[in-house]
């Protein structure tokens, strides 16, 4: 019965794909909107500010654009190490934060994460975020139609290694398409699913310190990282299918 339910759930996903031109719009709007309204609150971050205190605004101005979240992270300094996907709980910032919302309009999930860091990181955290930017980067840059997920993940594992990052990767699951689903990974062990045109994407790349996510599309036109905006700093990352700016760590 469980696996006839999975596949049943599969086959339900499957059916919102290839995404309609309302839903790209859709998309790009949200991608757009969430991107806004975390730099907002990251660049409102002090120290002194609890978990709860970040999520609670966090909450609020999604839901004055008509969202929702679905899965809210929010973890400061050691807890960002100890929890890949840290619940907000009353730890107060002294120097180091991490924000994701999963946010959702429309049944349609625009997902991203940022770092924030007061000062300087320290040389290990900043190897973990130049780290996940790097895999990220690699990661984003081979979505085509037609490269098969299982591929991507073969990369992905192959890059936490040469990182130096061996088992890193066993932590967390490393992402899919998303969309009209939060995020469904299965495709990723799938040697059948292949990557295909106007279809979302949520890889989440984690080393203890460090995450990187970014909501992306696949159109005709290309690849689109829908939650890039143009108020938070980039760093490009090279790669063989070609160069991609993805987010860097806010120093404030």
Not at 50 to 62: G, I, K, M, N, S
Not at 202 to 223: S, V
Not at 228 to 249: E, K, L, S, Y
């Amino acid at each position: 019965m469980h696996s006839k339910a999975l596949q049943y759930g599969q086959e339900l996903v499957n059916l919102h794909y290839p995404l309609t031109d309302i839903d790209i719009e859709r998309c790009r709007w949200l991608g757009l909107t969430a991107s806004r309204i975390l730099s907002e609150v990251a660049r409102n971050l002090q120290p002194g500010m609890t978990e709860h205190e970040v999520a609670a605004r966090l909450l609020y101005e999604y839901a004055l654009e008509g969202m929702t979240i679905d899965v809210l992270n929010v973890g400061f300094d050691e807890r960002i190490g100890r929890y890949p996907q840290p619940v907000p709980a009353e730890n107060v910032l002294e120097r180091y934060a991490l924000l994701h919302p999963a946010a959702r309009r429309w049944g349609l999930h625009a997902n991203l994460t940022r770092l924030v860091h007061f000062g300087e990181p320290p040389s290990n955290t900043r190897r973990a975020m130049d780290g996940v930017a790097t895999i990220g980067g690699h990661v984003v840059r081979m979505l085509a139609p037609g490269v098969t997920f299982a591929d991507i993940l073969t990369e992905q594992i192959r890059l936490y290694r040469k990182l130096g990052y061996t088992s890193e990767w066993m932590y967390n699951f490393q992402g899919g398409i998303t969309g009209y689903t939060m995020v469904d990974s299965r495709r990723c062990t799938d040697p059948e699913a292949r990557v295909v045109e106007r279809q979302a994407y949520d890889y989440f790349i984690t080393i203890t310190g460090a995450k990187f996510e970014e909501f992306t599309l696949l159109t005709e036109d290309g690849l689109e990282c829908a939650t890039a905006g143009p108020d938070w700093p980039m760093r490009t990352i090279q790669t063989p299918n070609g160069d991609i700016d993805v987010p860097d760590v806010l120093i404030r």
